[in-house]
């Protein structure tokens, strides 16, 4: 007993024990748990509103970040900088890396605002219907003229995530969700003298909501005592070379990201041409999907943070300890959702289909009851791949991360996905098991690599 209880202590205690991961991750948990609800919420309310609207938002929402994504997954690389540079406890430069990350914002959004005038052809060359792709295309128009506020607001929030302030972020996101919720509602369904707006609601009260938050950021990143300590507004210049390894490893951590998501959303789109029932089916599983595993974006964003600050103070050994002590509590937590969609899919499914959803939802149950046991299984892969790739990626190890990518998921999950759909249309659940084996794969991938310790001679700073 004794021996279990040292055990324990050596896992919980002291720096990189779980305790001071969980005491930095878990405001960062709760805060892409507010994140999690917004989505939940807004997909609910547009189930209630109209079937059509509900079958559009995924899609839409998913192309549209997809688009975003080079460039949120680099200006996502600013929290290591931060996390390495408070680590090497050089103040002065948390700011420069912050203000050449609002540059390379403004520059992903000039790329990304031509995107909203091709919506409408997009989504009808996917091969949805005309209805639901003209709601699509309105969801996605109004995301993408939102989304400079959206690569803005993360860059924002690596000023103290990476430095570990993570309750601040937590309160601010709750703050951000306090006005999105009411605001959804309003917008979608009308009242107070507004007209009911719909899908449209949903995506302007997301961008309103994205934009307070913003401006919150701004107002606490310049307050008096970090202007002296970091030289805020002084250090706006523009920086070549910190812009340069920006670029040098942030860049192919935002290409990584492209990767997956774009692969993701394909698979998404293209189970959708299968039919309703399946695209019903697919879009209620991601939402539970995306329900227990935003919040795991915190425990990434933990573990980037902390492994950073570490390499920044040159001590290999505590990033080490962080590594497997964040494996157990991601794996554990995984395991536990995973046991919990096996046991009791019909009662997880219940809380996304109502009887909105046009005549009998037999089918629809019988489907997401099998698609669940999917997401039971490659979570606990899943939860791999997250700590070991968030690991050697806070370490700067970021250009590998994208090759190994970008080859498991053309090969395993972009073509499969379209081939099963299109080429040669199979069950639902065939594309879904491709989307599995992806999971798995990456994981196993990334705990490789991590092991070969290549990451601990990686210079970021």
């Known amino acids: 007993m004794s021996g279990l209880l040292k055990k324990f202590n050596s896992f919980w205690d002291g720096e990189g024990g779980a305790h001071h991961i969980l005491q930095v991750a878990f405001p960062l948990i709760l805060s892409s748990s507010s994140f999690t609800v917004m989505q939940f919420v807004d ?25 975003m994504a080079l460039f949120f997954g680099t200006v996502n690389y600013i929290n290591t900088f931060v996390a390495q540079y408070t680590g090497a406890k050089k103040h002065s430069l ?34 949805h ?11 996605f128009k109004i995301l993408i003229y939102g989304s400079g506020l959206v690569l803005i607001n993360q860059v924002l929030s690596a000023f103290f995530s990476g430095r570990g302030k993570t309750k601040v972020v937590m309160w601010v996101r709750f703050l951000g969700m306090s006005l999105n919720l009411p605001l959804d509602y309003l917008l979608i369904f009308g009242g107070l003298g507004i007209a009911p707006m719909g899908i449209e609601g949903a995506a302007y009260a997301t961008i309103i909501s994205t934009g307070f938050v913003t401006l919150l950021f701004c107002a606490l990143i310049l307050r008096p005592k970090n202007q002296v300590k970091f030289q805020i507004l002084a250090n706006y210049r ?36 299968l039919g309703e029932v399946e695209l019903l089916a697919t879009n209620a599983v991601w939402s539970l999907n995306l329900l227990v595993f935003l919040p795991m974006i915190g425990m990434v964003i933990a573990i980037t943070t902390l492994v950073g600050k570490s390499i920044g103070a040159e001590d290999i ?25 096996v046991a009791a899919p019909h009662f997880f499914l219940s809380l996304i289909l109502t009887r909105n959803s046009d005549g009998s939802l037999t089918e629809i149950y019988d489907l997401g009851t099998i698609l669940l046991r999917f997401v039971a299984l490659y979570s606990v892969f899943n939860a791999i791949g997250m700590v070991f790739s968030s690991a050697i990626k806070g370490a700067g190890d970021t250009r590998y991360v994208m090759r190994v990518s970008f080859i498991i998921s053309a090969t395993v999950l972009v073509a499969p996905s379209y081939l099963t759909s299109t080429v040669w249309p199979m069950p639902a659940s065939i594309p879904w098991a491709f989307a599995t084996s992806y999971i798995c794969i990456m994981g196993l991938v990334f705990y490789w690599r991590y092991r070969q310790k290549h990451w601990m001679k990686i210079k970021v700073i």
């Open 43 to 67: 997909r609910k309310f547009l189930l209630i509103y109209s079937k059509e609207a509900f079958q559009a938002a995924a899609p839409a929402g998913m192309l549209s970040f997809t688009i």
């Open 94 to 127: 948390v700011a420069v890396a912050l203000w050449q990350g609002l540059y390379f914002a403004l520059i992903g959004y000039l790329c990304i605002l031509p995107f909203s005038g091709f919506a409408s052809e997009l989504f009808l060359m996917i091969g």
């Open 129 to 139: 219907s005309k209805e639901v792709a003209f709601l699509e295309a309105q969801y």
């Open 238 to 273: 523009f920086h070549l070379g910190l812009f340069k390894r920006l670029i040098k490893y942030g860049l192919p951590s935002g290409v990584q990201f492209i990767i997956d998501i774009f692969g993701m959303s394909f698979f998404i789109l293209m189970v959708g041409r």
């Open 317 to 341: 050994k505590l990033a080490e300890r962080i590594t497997a002590n964040s494996f157990v509590l991601v794996f554990s937590y995984m395991l536990f959702v995973g046991s919990l969609f």
